[in-house]
């Protein structure tokens, strides 16, 4: 069974700093789709980034990228330039074509002003 | 375009009271997925589902619970008797239909059942 892991609870970042946030993943599939969602206090999900598993290049969306290390079932978020709106909880996520989506438990970001 | 569409948004049932809840998917879209989170948690899969069809309904309690998705209207997902540890937000998301590879799915803003 599909699994995705994030190991970090809780993190914290100064404004303007770079952070990375952690997630594993598990699959026996070779053509996926991994996502980051940005969950405000709003509770609305919003997709910060994704990456289709074919592609070694890297995805970048503005200040977020990703370091996909498909051989380690590896897949982080690095956030540059925090800002305070980047506060929330950020879910990784998993896809296989059109199923249903797998999401880790979270980390909830904190922006140090 | 609107975007996928929950109603209520908030809803306070008694306990032994039935939820219904509501998803309307993005215009064009015929898959739908419920999620559970309760706080401070994931987002936990309930069911799939294709217009008068139920998917994969593996993340579904077996007693109680019920979704559905007919061929006019919205999808519905139904709590029969619920206790307080029904209290959650519930989230909805669409896709587009079948013969596409589907990316991304749509989230709903999510209801919020609360059970007193």
């Known amino acids: 069974a599909q699994t995705v892991t994030q190991s970090q609870p809780e993190m914290s970042v100064q404004e303007a700093e770079t952070v990375t946030l952690s997630c594993t993943y598990d699959t026996s599939e070779s053509d996926y789709y991994l996502f980051w969602y940005k969950q405000p206090p709003s509770r609305q999900m919003i997709l910060v980034i994704r990456?289709?598993?074919?592609?070694?290049q890297n995805a970048t969306e503005n200040r977020f990228s990703v370091n996909f290390q498909k051989a380690a079932k590896s897949f982080s978020l690095k956030i540059s330039d925090s800002q305070l709106g980047d506060a929330a909880m950020y879910f990784c996520a998993y896809r296989f074509r059109d199923d249903k989506i797998i999401f880790g438990k979270g980390t909830r970001l904190h922006i140090l002003p | 375009n609107a975007g996928v569409m929950q109603n209520p948004r908030h809803l306070v049932r008694r306990r032994g009271q039935e939820a219904r809840l509501r998803c309307s998917p993005m215009k064009g879209h015929s898959h739908v997925y419920w999620y559970r989170q309760l706080p401070e948690e994931g987002l936990k899969f309930m069911v799939y589902l294709q217009k008068e069809n139920i998917i994969d309904e593996s993340g579904m309690p077996k007693e109680r619970f019920s979704a559905e998705f007919p061929k006019e209207g919205p999808s519905i997902l139904r709590i029969q008797q619920v206790v307080r540890g029904d209290s959650a937000a519930y989230f909805c998301?669409?896709?587009?239909?079948?013969?596409?590879?589907?990316?991304?799915?749509?989230f709903g803003q999510g209801t919020r059942l609360t059970v007193v």
């Open positions: 990456q289709e598993a074919y592609k070694q």
């Open positions: 998301a669409s896709s587009p239909g079948t013969g596409r590879i589907n990316t991304e799915a749509f």
